[in-house]
């Protein structure tokens, strides 16, 4: 009988016990189904925000009104600069063995056109005048660029500028909450602090890789206009421009060969 009570007694304990291990395992699969199902609610939440949400409404201002069109100028001035700055258009085949007429625009037709009004009288002159129209064309096409190099330099600044106010409206923000504000309030002003040196950077990285690659290329290109313009001007020099240097060759040897015969009667007198 004893054994019998003993025998009841240890089942319905370990139903009991097995009882509540169920209902323990029941709510903790319930409690992780509802903390999984509000995680996945939060990230779908997060992916349906678009970049335009993300990157640009939660900028604040600094973004809207700055660097949004910094951006803007940045992209329009890299596609001018890669129309207006090709090889094809600065230094063209053609004007490299017949230079274009007085209004072509590529590097060796101006400076030869320039020079041409010198070419019959001095060639000194003429090599100045291109020398001269080929730095002024040098001076545009590199103020052309340095746009890139000032976005470059100021956008970091901006979205600096961008950090310090979200992290003075972050930290007002804890002045006032009592160190407990509401969280969507603070992830606001931390995210204008972020996003707006993410756009400076943006910025300014490529602006600045774009004006070494294009002042790069236009140091090359004019370099090889000076050797064809120079080359062109020694075609084009007229034949009497070699007779007055030969003429001056000659001039200059018979001076030389008269202080030579002066030299020889003071030594015979002597």
């Not at 509000?38 to 993300?54: M, R």
């Not at 970091?156 to 310090?164: K, S």
Request: charged share 20%.
């Amino acid at each position: 009988m004893k054994t019998t009570k003993a025998f009841l007694n240890t089942t319905a304990c370990r139903k009991a016990t097995v009882f509540l291990a169920v209902i323990i395992l029941m709510g903790l699969f319930a409690s992780s189904s509802v903390a999984q199902t509000e995680l996945t609610e939060q990230v779908q939440a997060a992916k349906s925000k678009t970049f335009f949400t993300q990157f640009i409404i939660a900028g604040g201002p600094i973004v809207w009104f700055i660097l949004g069109p910094m951006s803007l100028l940045c992209s329009y001035l890299a596609i001018d600069a890669c129309f207006c700055l090709r090889r094809k258009n600065l230094l063209p085949t053609k004007a490299i063995n017949n230079p274009g007429p007085s209004d072509a625009q590529d590097l060796v037709s101006r400076a030869v056109s320039n020079a041409a009004g010198f070419i019959d009288s001095n060639t000194d002159k003429a090599r100045n005048a291109a020398a001269d129209s080929l730095g002024e064309q040098t001076d545009k096409l590199l103020r052309k660029i340095e746009w890139f190099g000032v976005l470059g330099n100021v956008a970091p600044m901006v979205g600096l500028l961008g950090t310090v106010f979200g992290m003075i409206k972050a930290f007002n923000l804890l002045g006032i909450s009592a160190g407990q504000p509401r969280p969507d309030m603070l992830a606001s002003a931390i995210s204008v602090a972020l996003i707006t040196t993410f756009w400076g950077l943006l910025i300014a990285i490529p602006a600045l890789t774009l004006h070494g690659v294009f002042r790069s290329h236009i140091e090359t290109v004019v370099s090889e206009a000076a050797t064809q313009i120079d080359v062109l001007l020694e075609k084009l020099k007229t034949p009497g421009d070699n007779i007055s240097a030969q003429k001056t060759d000659a001039e200059q040897k018979l001076r030389d060969l008269q202080k030579r015969l002066n030299k020889n009667r003071i030594m015979t007198k002597v």
